[in-house]
């Protein structure tokens, strides 16, 4: 249900904060991860293909992993002094044993077969053939590391449609005197459209976000969708497609009519 996708995205959240904060480099934290004993001769500059490799033919630890859940938690509790239920702790364990069992060339998303295993999609290059994960370098990994021990990844679990995830978020941001630079919808506004009013509602969310000229949506179109829906994109091998909007463009377009399916949304305004 969308109750549980909503629960484990906030379980694996808390379990990726404790493991940033407690590993050192990014081969500490995928030996984390993956509850897999860290192997030696890792370069600080190896690529994140070199870094996945270095790991094919290691085997899973259920010592470690317990070691590591134990790690979890005890961050989680005693130093953040998050209110852990015991099903809070149950879960904890239920995604970091996932982890264990797929490993890093097994683990992928669910609904979709042709989906890519972790370690490809973390070692995946832009269109300049740039990988930006935060697997990517050290300094990548030391950037993320650096918000979660500051606290400033901030996870909110909730409906795009609803009256309280993007309204809480809007006023936070208005008491703060901040503005929404970037929005990432990934395909998520397809199910809104789907769900008629729904689509509507998102949009009024949007509307009271704080925001600039320059503010943007992020949104991702599948290969198979777009020729599903009749959508052109460019031509490539990738499955994902990735593309800009300006947020403002798009709220206009729906408040005047233009905008009315997710068709019209990915052609109309595309930068």
Known sequence: SDLDIRRDNAIEHLMYKALFETSADRAEFVSRLFARRRPGGLSPNATTEALFS?????????????????????RLVNVHHFPLSDNDRT?????????????????????????????????????????????????????????????????????????KALAGIARYLKDHGATVDAFYVSNVERYLFEQGEHGQQFYANVTALPRTAAST????????????????????????????????????GV????IKSYRELIVEGRK
């Open 54 to 74: 270095a790991f094919r033919d290691v085997d899973p630890d259920p010592v470690f992993y317990e070691e590591n859940l134990d790690a979890v938690i005890d």
């Open 217 to 252: 949506f992020v949104r991702a179109v599948t290969s198979d969708i777009s020729i599903r829906l009749g959508i052109p994109i460019p031509q490539s091998t990738a499955k994902w497609r990735t593309f800009l909007y300006n947020v403002n463009d798009c709220l206009a």
């Open 91 to 163: 879960d904890v364990g239920r995604m970091m044993n996932a982890f264990l069992t797929a490993g890093p060339f097994s683990l992928k998303g669910f609904g979709d077969a042709t989906n890519p295993p972790y370690a490809q999609l973390l070692s995946a290059a832009d269109l300049d053939g740039v990988n930006q994960s935060f697997l990517a370098s050290e300094r990548n990994f030391g950037v993320v590391k650096a918000l979660q021990q500051k606290n400033l990844i901030v996870p909110v679990v909730g409906d795009f449609a609803g009256n």
């Open 255 to 258: 408040a005047a009519g233009r």
